[in-house]
Protein backbone atom coordinates (compact mmCIF):
# COMPACT_ATOMS: atom_id res chain seq x y z
CA UNK A 1 0.00 0.00 0.00
CA UNK A 2 1.18 3.51 -0.90
CA UNK A 3 2.19 5.31 2.20
CA UNK A 4 1.14 9.09 1.94
CA UNK A 5 4.26 11.88 1.61
CA UNK A 6 2.95 13.99 4.16
CA UNK A 7 -0.30 13.54 6.35
CA UNK A 8 -2.39 16.37 8.65
CA UNK A 9 -4.47 14.41 10.99
CA UNK A 10 -7.72 16.56 12.76
CA UNK A 11 -4.78 19.17 13.68
CA UNK A 12 -6.07 21.98 15.61
CA UNK A 13 -3.50 25.08 16.51
CA UNK A 14 -4.49 28.14 18.79
CA UNK A 15 -2.26 31.02 19.57
CA UNK A 16 -3.87 32.39 22.41
CA UNK A 17 -7.99 33.19 21.74
CA UNK A 18 -7.05 32.69 17.57
CA UNK A 19 -7.70 29.29 16.27
CA UNK A 20 -5.17 29.12 13.01
CA UNK A 21 -6.35 25.63 12.28
CA UNK A 22 -9.66 23.99 13.71
CA UNK A 23 -9.53 19.78 13.29
CA UNK A 24 -8.19 20.36 9.76
CA UNK A 25 -6.90 17.04 7.85
CA UNK A 26 -5.12 16.72 4.28
CA UNK A 27 -2.28 14.13 2.93
CA UNK A 28 -0.41 14.09 -0.46
CA UNK A 29 0.98 11.09 -2.10
CA UNK A 30 4.46 10.73 -3.91
CA UNK A 31 4.46 12.09 -7.39
CA UNK A 32 2.14 15.15 -7.33
CA UNK A 33 2.07 18.27 -6.65
CA UNK A 34 -0.49 19.56 -3.56
CA UNK A 35 -1.58 23.09 -3.75
CA UNK A 36 -3.23 24.64 -0.61
CA UNK A 37 -5.29 27.80 -1.55
CA UNK A 38 -6.21 30.20 0.73
CA UNK A 39 -6.41 33.82 1.45
CA UNK A 40 -4.32 35.53 4.41
CA UNK A 41 -4.31 34.28 7.46
CA UNK A 42 -6.49 30.94 6.12
CA UNK A 43 -3.91 28.54 7.96
CA UNK A 44 -1.58 27.64 5.34
CA UNK A 45 1.80 28.63 6.66
CA UNK A 46 0.69 27.17 10.70
CA UNK A 47 -0.16 23.92 8.49
CA UNK A 48 3.27 23.85 7.03
CA UNK A 49 5.04 24.39 10.38
CA UNK A 50 3.05 21.64 11.90
CA UNK A 51 4.64 19.43 8.83
CA UNK A 52 7.84 20.63 9.36
CA UNK A 53 7.67 19.80 13.44
CA UNK A 54 8.43 23.67 14.20
CA UNK A 55 5.18 24.06 16.05
CA UNK A 56 3.52 21.44 17.87
CA UNK A 57 -0.40 21.33 17.28
CA UNK A 58 -2.76 21.29 20.49
CA UNK A 59 -4.39 18.38 19.01
CA UNK A 60 -4.52 15.68 16.35
CA UNK A 61 -1.24 14.30 14.45
CA UNK A 62 1.32 15.25 11.71
CA UNK A 63 3.31 12.70 9.09
CA UNK A 64 6.32 13.42 6.96
CA UNK A 65 7.49 10.91 4.80
CA UNK A 66 6.59 8.27 7.57
CA UNK A 67 8.20 10.32 10.42
CA UNK A 68 6.15 12.24 13.43
CA UNK A 69 6.19 15.82 13.19
CA UNK A 70 6.05 16.37 16.73
CA UNK A 71 8.99 13.57 17.49
CA UNK A 72 11.34 13.86 14.32
CA UNK A 73 11.35 17.48 13.43
CA UNK A 74 15.18 17.31 13.16
CA UNK A 75 15.31 14.62 10.62
CA UNK A 76 11.99 15.63 8.45
CA UNK A 77 14.50 19.01 8.27
CA UNK A 78 16.79 17.31 6.35
CA UNK A 79 14.97 15.44 4.32
CA UNK A 80 12.67 17.64 3.16
CA UNK A 81 13.05 20.96 1.21
CA UNK A 82 11.53 24.10 2.06
CA UNK A 83 11.35 27.50 0.32
CA UNK A 84 9.65 30.20 2.79
CA UNK A 85 7.98 33.65 1.45
CA UNK A 86 11.01 35.47 2.56
CA UNK A 87 14.67 33.74 1.86
CA UNK A 88 16.52 33.47 4.88
CA UNK A 89 19.66 33.95 3.89
CA UNK A 90 22.94 36.14 4.75
CA UNK A 91 23.47 39.30 3.18
CA UNK A 92 27.57 39.40 3.50
CA UNK A 93 28.06 35.47 1.92
CA UNK A 94 28.48 35.17 -1.83
CA UNK A 95 25.68 32.77 -3.78
CA UNK A 96 28.59 30.36 -3.69
CA UNK A 97 29.47 30.65 0.16
CA UNK A 98 26.06 30.19 0.84
CA UNK A 99 26.05 26.78 -0.94
CA UNK A 100 29.09 25.36 0.62
CA UNK A 101 27.40 26.69 4.46
CA UNK A 102 24.61 25.06 3.62
CA UNK A 103 26.41 21.44 2.11
CA UNK A 104 27.84 21.39 5.71
CA UNK A 105 23.95 20.24 6.99
CA UNK A 106 23.77 17.60 4.33
CA UNK A 107 25.41 14.18 2.51
CA UNK A 108 27.98 14.80 -0.03
CA UNK A 109 27.70 16.11 -3.31
CA UNK A 110 25.29 19.14 -2.21
CA UNK A 111 27.41 21.93 -3.01
CA UNK A 112 27.86 20.34 -6.52
CA UNK A 113 24.09 19.93 -6.65
CA UNK A 114 24.08 23.25 -6.08
CA UNK A 115 26.31 24.70 -8.11
CA UNK A 116 24.45 23.32 -11.02
CA UNK A 117 21.10 24.77 -10.08
CA UNK A 118 22.56 28.00 -9.86
CA UNK A 119 24.17 27.96 -13.21
CA UNK A 120 20.79 26.38 -14.87
CA UNK A 121 19.25 29.74 -13.02
CA UNK A 122 21.86 31.85 -14.22
CA UNK A 123 23.21 33.00 -10.87
CA UNK A 124 26.39 33.89 -10.22
CA UNK A 125 28.51 32.08 -7.65
CA UNK A 126 30.84 34.85 -6.65
CA UNK A 127 27.68 37.67 -6.22
CA UNK A 128 27.12 38.56 -2.78
CA UNK A 129 23.68 37.80 -1.61
CA UNK A 130 23.18 41.58 -0.93
CA UNK A 131 23.51 42.24 -4.78
CA UNK A 132 21.10 40.22 -5.67
CA UNK A 133 17.61 40.91 -7.07
CA UNK A 134 14.25 39.56 -5.63
CA UNK A 135 14.09 36.75 -7.50
CA UNK A 136 18.01 35.96 -7.83
CA UNK A 137 17.29 35.59 -4.03
CA UNK A 138 14.25 33.24 -4.13
CA UNK A 139 15.92 31.22 -7.23
CA UNK A 140 19.42 31.03 -4.46
CA UNK A 141 16.59 29.83 -2.07
CA UNK A 142 14.79 27.40 -4.42
CA UNK A 143 18.59 25.73 -4.97
CA UNK A 144 18.78 25.59 -1.50
CA UNK A 145 16.19 23.48 -0.61
CA UNK A 146 16.87 21.34 -3.71
CA UNK A 147 20.21 20.25 -3.68
CA UNK A 148 19.69 17.46 -1.20
CA UNK A 149 17.20 15.92 -3.70
CA UNK A 150 14.04 15.94 -1.30
CA UNK A 151 11.35 13.58 -1.07
CA UNK A 152 9.03 16.38 -0.59
CA UNK A 153 9.38 19.93 -1.29
CA UNK A 154 7.25 22.45 0.57
CA UNK A 155 6.96 25.99 -1.17
CA UNK A 156 5.04 28.56 1.38
CA UNK A 157 4.14 31.86 -1.52
CA UNK A 158 7.24 31.21 -3.14
CA UNK A 159 6.34 33.09 -6.19
CA UNK A 160 4.60 36.21 -4.65
CA UNK A 161 6.58 39.66 -5.70
CA UNK A 162 8.78 37.59 -8.43
CA UNK A 163 8.55 38.33 -12.22
CA UNK A 164 6.57 36.18 -14.50
CA UNK A 165 9.60 34.43 -15.72
CA UNK A 166 11.04 33.63 -12.74
CA UNK A 167 7.83 32.39 -11.55
CA UNK A 168 7.33 30.35 -14.69
CA UNK A 169 11.03 28.99 -13.52
CA UNK A 170 9.95 28.28 -10.28
CA UNK A 171 6.55 26.23 -11.35
CA UNK A 172 8.85 23.99 -13.95
CA UNK A 173 10.67 23.00 -10.82
CA UNK A 174 8.06 21.72 -8.95
CA UNK A 175 6.87 20.18 -12.28
CA UNK A 176 10.01 18.51 -12.87
CA UNK A 177 10.19 17.20 -9.37
CA UNK A 178 7.25 15.67 -9.18
CA UNK A 179 7.83 13.84 -12.35
CA UNK A 180 11.07 12.72 -10.42
CA UNK A 181 8.41 10.96 -8.01
CA UNK A 182 9.00 13.62 -5.70
CA UNK A 183 6.48 15.50 -3.73
CA UNK A 184 5.94 19.01 -3.96
CA UNK A 185 3.13 21.06 -1.24
CA UNK A 186 2.69 24.46 -2.23
CA UNK A 187 0.94 27.20 -0.72
CA UNK A 188 -0.75 29.93 -2.71
CA UNK A 189 -3.29 32.60 -3.34
CA UNK A 190 -2.76 32.37 -7.16
CA UNK A 191 -5.46 30.40 -8.29
CA UNK A 192 -4.01 30.65 -12.14
CA UNK A 193 -0.51 29.23 -10.85
CA UNK A 194 -2.02 26.61 -9.09
CA UNK A 195 -4.17 25.58 -12.04
CA UNK A 196 -1.31 25.26 -14.03
CA UNK A 197 1.04 22.69 -11.70
CA UNK A 198 -1.28 21.22 -9.23
CA UNK A 199 -2.78 17.79 -9.47
CA UNK A 200 -4.62 18.39 -6.43
CA UNK A 201 -5.94 21.05 -4.33
CA UNK A 202 -6.85 21.81 -0.61
CA UNK A 203 -8.68 24.80 0.16
CA UNK A 204 -8.58 26.42 3.25
CA UNK A 205 -10.83 28.95 4.56
CA UNK A 206 -10.07 31.27 8.34
CA UNK A 207 -8.48 27.84 9.87
CA UNK A 208 -10.83 25.29 7.86
CA UNK A 209 -10.47 22.50 5.42
CA UNK A 210 -13.32 23.32 2.73
CA UNK A 211 -12.17 20.71 0.20
CA UNK A 212 -9.86 18.28 -1.07
CA UNK A 213 -10.13 16.93 -4.63
CA UNK A 214 -8.15 16.27 -7.61
CA UNK A 215 -8.31 18.93 -10.08
CA UNK A 216 -8.51 16.62 -12.86
CA UNK A 217 -12.15 15.43 -10.86
CA UNK A 218 -13.18 18.85 -10.36
CA UNK A 219 -13.25 19.97 -13.33
CA UNK A 220 -14.99 17.19 -14.77
CA UNK A 221 -18.24 17.59 -11.68
CA UNK A 222 -18.68 21.24 -12.99
CA UNK A 223 -20.43 22.96 -15.13
CA UNK A 224 -21.45 26.89 -15.92
CA UNK A 225 -25.33 27.39 -17.01
CA UNK A 226 -26.12 30.58 -18.44
CA UNK A 227 -30.09 30.55 -17.93
CA UNK A 228 -32.43 33.68 -19.45
CA UNK A 229 -36.18 33.36 -18.75
CA UNK A 230 -38.00 33.18 -15.55
CA UNK A 231 -36.14 31.43 -13.40
CA UNK A 232 -38.91 31.68 -10.72
CA UNK A 233 -39.88 28.23 -11.76
CA UNK A 234 -36.72 26.34 -10.42
CA UNK A 235 -37.48 24.13 -7.85
CA UNK A 236 -33.60 24.54 -5.64
CA UNK A 237 -34.24 21.95 -3.78
CA UNK A 238 -34.11 19.50 -6.79
CA UNK A 239 -31.23 20.78 -8.11
CA UNK A 240 -28.79 18.24 -9.69
CA UNK A 241 -25.87 18.89 -7.66
CA UNK A 242 -24.66 21.91 -5.52
CA UNK A 243 -24.52 25.33 -6.74
CA UNK A 244 -21.35 26.98 -5.45
CA UNK A 245 -22.27 30.23 -7.64
CA UNK A 246 -24.87 32.73 -8.95
CA UNK A 247 -24.27 36.29 -10.81
CA UNK A 248 -26.79 38.16 -12.96
CA UNK A 249 -25.20 40.09 -16.03
CA UNK A 250 -28.82 41.76 -17.74
CA UNK A 251 -31.71 39.24 -18.78
CA UNK A 252 -29.16 36.21 -17.58
CA UNK A 253 -27.37 34.26 -14.97
CA UNK A 254 -24.81 32.05 -14.76
CA UNK A 255 -24.69 29.50 -12.07
CA UNK A 256 -22.16 27.54 -11.12
CA UNK A 257 -22.67 24.05 -10.34
CA UNK A 258 -20.43 21.10 -8.34
CA UNK A 259 -20.93 17.60 -8.37
CA UNK A 260 -22.75 17.05 -11.24
CA UNK A 261 -22.44 16.65 -15.25
CA UNK A 262 -24.31 17.49 -18.40
CA UNK A 263 -26.60 15.36 -18.69
CA UNK A 264 -28.00 15.88 -15.46
CA UNK A 265 -28.31 19.37 -15.93
CA UNK A 266 -29.83 18.80 -19.23
CA UNK A 267 -32.79 16.63 -17.74
CA UNK A 268 -33.38 18.73 -15.29
CA UNK A 269 -33.67 21.42 -17.29
CA UNK A 270 -36.08 20.19 -20.29
CA UNK A 271 -38.53 20.10 -17.95
CA UNK A 272 -38.33 23.63 -16.94
CA UNK A 273 -40.38 25.78 -19.60
CA UNK A 274 -39.68 29.22 -20.15
CA UNK A 275 -36.32 29.22 -19.39
CA UNK A 276 -33.33 29.17 -22.13
CA UNK A 277 -30.28 27.55 -21.35
CA UNK A 278 -26.95 27.25 -22.39
CA UNK A 279 -24.42 24.42 -20.73
CA UNK A 280 -20.43 25.50 -20.91
CA UNK A 281 -17.49 24.16 -19.15
CA UNK A 282 -15.87 26.65 -16.57
CA UNK A 283 -12.12 27.10 -16.73
CA UNK A 284 -10.50 25.50 -13.67
CA UNK A 285 -9.11 29.02 -12.92
CA UNK A 286 -12.86 29.78 -12.62
CA UNK A 287 -14.22 27.58 -10.57
CA UNK A 288 -10.78 27.57 -7.89
CA UNK A 289 -11.89 31.67 -7.87
CA UNK A 290 -15.76 31.02 -7.05
CA UNK A 291 -15.15 27.95 -4.79
CA UNK A 292 -13.08 30.15 -2.54
CA UNK A 293 -15.11 32.88 -2.98
CA UNK A 294 -18.35 30.96 -2.45
CA UNK A 295 -16.57 29.64 0.78
CA UNK A 296 -15.61 32.90 2.73
CA UNK A 297 -19.03 34.17 2.20
CA UNK A 298 -20.00 30.78 3.63
CA UNK A 299 -17.73 31.04 6.49
CA UNK A 300 -19.17 34.87 6.94
CA UNK A 301 -22.57 34.27 7.25
CA UNK A 302 -21.99 31.31 9.70
CA UNK A 303 -19.70 33.74 11.83
CA UNK A 304 -22.91 36.38 11.41
CA UNK A 305 -25.34 34.11 12.53
CA UNK A 306 -23.22 32.31 15.65
CA UNK A 307 -22.50 36.05 17.20
CA UNK A 308 -26.29 36.48 18.69
CA UNK A 309 -25.53 32.95 20.54
CA UNK A 310 -22.05 33.91 21.86
CA UNK A 311 -24.04 37.04 22.80
CA UNK A 312 -26.15 34.65 25.06
CA UNK A 313 -23.71 32.28 25.94
CA UNK A 314 -21.92 35.61 27.72
CA UNK A 315 -24.76 37.25 29.22
CA UNK A 316 -25.69 34.09 30.69
CA UNK A 317 -22.55 33.78 31.58
CA UNK A 318 -22.16 37.11 33.62
N1 LIG B 1 2.79 33.06 16.03
C1 LIG B 1 1.53 33.46 15.95
N2 LIG B 1 0.95 34.09 16.99
C2 LIG B 1 -0.33 34.48 16.95
N3 LIG B 1 -1.16 34.27 15.91
C3 LIG B 1 -0.64 33.65 14.84
C4 LIG B 1 0.73 33.20 14.80
N4 LIG B 1 0.95 32.61 13.61
C5 LIG B 1 -0.21 32.68 12.94
N5 LIG B 1 -1.16 33.30 13.66
C6 LIG B 1 -2.56 33.54 13.27
O1 LIG B 1 -3.08 32.30 12.78
C7 LIG B 1 -3.89 32.52 11.63
C8 LIG B 1 -3.32 31.71 10.45
O2 LIG B 1 -2.08 32.29 10.08
P1 LIG B 1 -1.16 31.69 8.91
O3 LIG B 1 0.09 32.49 8.87
O4 LIG B 1 -1.06 30.22 9.09
O5 LIG B 1 -2.06 31.99 7.62
P2 LIG B 1 -1.66 31.95 6.07
O6 LIG B 1 -2.78 31.26 5.37
O7 LIG B 1 -0.30 31.39 5.91
O8 LIG B 1 -1.67 33.49 5.72
P3 LIG B 1 -0.80 34.30 4.61
O9 LIG B 1 -1.32 33.89 3.29
O10 LIG B 1 -1.10 35.72 4.93
O11 LIG B 1 0.63 33.94 4.82
C9 LIG B 1 -3.91 34.02 11.38
O12 LIG B 1 -5.07 34.55 11.96
C10 LIG B 1 -2.66 34.52 12.10
O13 LIG B 1 -2.85 35.83 12.56
Redesign the pocket.
Known amino acids: MSQAAFELQNVTKR ?2 R ?1 T ?1 LDGVSFSGNSGEVIAIL ?10 INILLGKLKADDGSAHVLGLDSAVHSQEIRQQVGYVP ?1 EPCLYDWMTVGETGWFASGFYPSGYYERFCDLMSEYRVPLDKKIKQLSRGMKAKVSLALSLAHEPGLLIL ?2 PTSGLDPLVRREFLESMVRVAAEGRTVLL ?1 S ?1 QVAEVERVADAVVI ?1 IK ?1 KLVMQARLEELKQSCCEVVLTGDITALDKQDLPGEVISQETSGSQQQWLFLNTNENELRNYFNQISGLIYEIRTPSLEDVLLRLLMSSREKSDEQAVSAKPEEATASSLAK
Do not use: L, S, V
Not at 38 to 47: I, R, S, V, Y
Open positions: FRQAGENGAGKTTADDEAHMG
